[in-house]
């Protein structure tokens, strides 16, 4: 594991520049994350040839635990977060939904029967959507047997229970907002209980949290209820179309297989939100011979479910 003050250097020297509204990190491990399916690309293809020309240093990526550090323990749980603290990263990304009761718990897929043994604990309850379930029907389930044996019995956590443990590992989160579309009000009871976890006074703010979302309506909805977050979209608008989202969004996080050295350029090219250079975290790579294609690109931020892999090739 790599020491906090080790990789706290590479960390500050990849935010020089960056200004107050920050995804990277300042002062613990190193980074990193993202996932899913996305908006009508206009560029395609990784291209290898980098369009920073200008002579400016580059600097390494910081890199998301996508989903905690989901190769080596179930993602989206507890011990996923911990794996990515014992490996040494402080940015971890999660998903959050909303129960049949109105609480936030953090999975991924909108029915459980692939993390869960859900469909063996409620067989008539088809087709397990999360949002068919209460909270305490979810707790029961097991969200660990299905990644391997030894995390059985781990527990589908709520994001008040998520946000305890990477407050105490001092870890920083990079949170999406997940299928907002079927879960009015999602945004508002997130930023509920950020603030009731204190994930919302300055220091959070600025420096250990983001919320982003496929839903570009979802962000604008964030940015409205409290300006001071920092957002991210996921996807890849047109670079005719970055301008309107640079007004409600402070990163264009776009899949890896859609995004090139020009598209990224186009991106950096404009302020986002909070007055500073939009940025881009690209999302999901997980070899080291495409995390080192997107570093030469230009992102700031890799997604990823192996981050030690990831931080030996961009480093």
């Known amino acids: 594991m790599y020491a906090r003050t ?12 960056a200004g107050a509204y920050l995804t990277s990190t300042a002062d613990t491990h190193t980074t990193g994350r993202t996932t899913a399916a996305g908006h009508t690309t206009a560029v395609t293809g990784v291209s290898t040839v980098s369009a920073r020309t200008s002579g400016t240093k580059r600097t390494a ?72 379930f209460t ?10 047997s299905w990644f391997g044996p030894e995390f059985a019995g781990t527990r589908v956590p709520t994001l008040k229970q998520y ?10 989160l990079l949170l999406e907002i997940k ?35 496929f839903g570009a309506d979802s962000v604008k909805k964030v940015h409205q209820l409290r300006p001071d977050v920092t957002t991210g979209f996921l996807g890849t608008p047109s670079v005719a179309d970055l301008p309107s989202y640079a007004a409600f969004t402070d990163q264009i996080n776009p899949s890896y297989t859609s995004v090139s050295a020009d598209y ?14 939009l940025r881009v975290n690209t999302w999901t790579v997980n070899d080291a011979a495409t995390a080192a294609k997107v570093a030469g690109l230009g992102v700031d931020g890799i997604i990823t479910n192996n981050p030690d892999v990831v931080r030996e090739a961009t480093r």
């Not at 909270?135 to 660990?144: N, T, V």
């Not at 946000?163 to 920083?172: A, F």
């Not at 945004?187 to 703010?205: A, F, I, N, Y």
């Not at 990224?264 to 250079?277: I, Q, R, Y």
């Open 135 to 144: 909270a305490a029907e979810i707790a029961r389930l097991d969200a660990g």
């Open 264 to 277: 990224v350029d186009a991106v950096h090219a404009l302020k986002g939100a909070h007055g500073k250079k």
């Open 61 to 132: 990526p910081v890199v998301f635990a996508h989903r905690g550090a989901s190769a080596y323990a179930p993602e989206n749980t507890l011990a996923a977060v911990d794996k990515a603290d014992a490996l040494g990263f402080d940015w971890v990304e999660n998903d959050v939904q909303f129960t049949k009761d109105g609480v936030l718990v953090v999975v991924h897929d909108t029915d459980l029967k692939r993390t869960t043994d859900a469909e063996e604990v409620f067989p008539d309850r088809a087709p397990w959507a999360v949002k068919d």
């Open 179 to 213: 299928s907002p579309e079927i879960y009015p009000g999602i945004e508002k009871e997130t930023l509920r209980v950020l603030r009731q976890k204190g994930w919302l006074d300055r220091s959070h703010v600025r420096n250990r949290l983001v919320v982003q979302s």
């Open 163 to 172: 946000l305890d443990r990477i407050e105490r590992n001092r870890q920083k």
């Open 6 to 17: 080790a990789t706290a250097a590479l960390a500050a020297a990849s935010l020089m520049g």
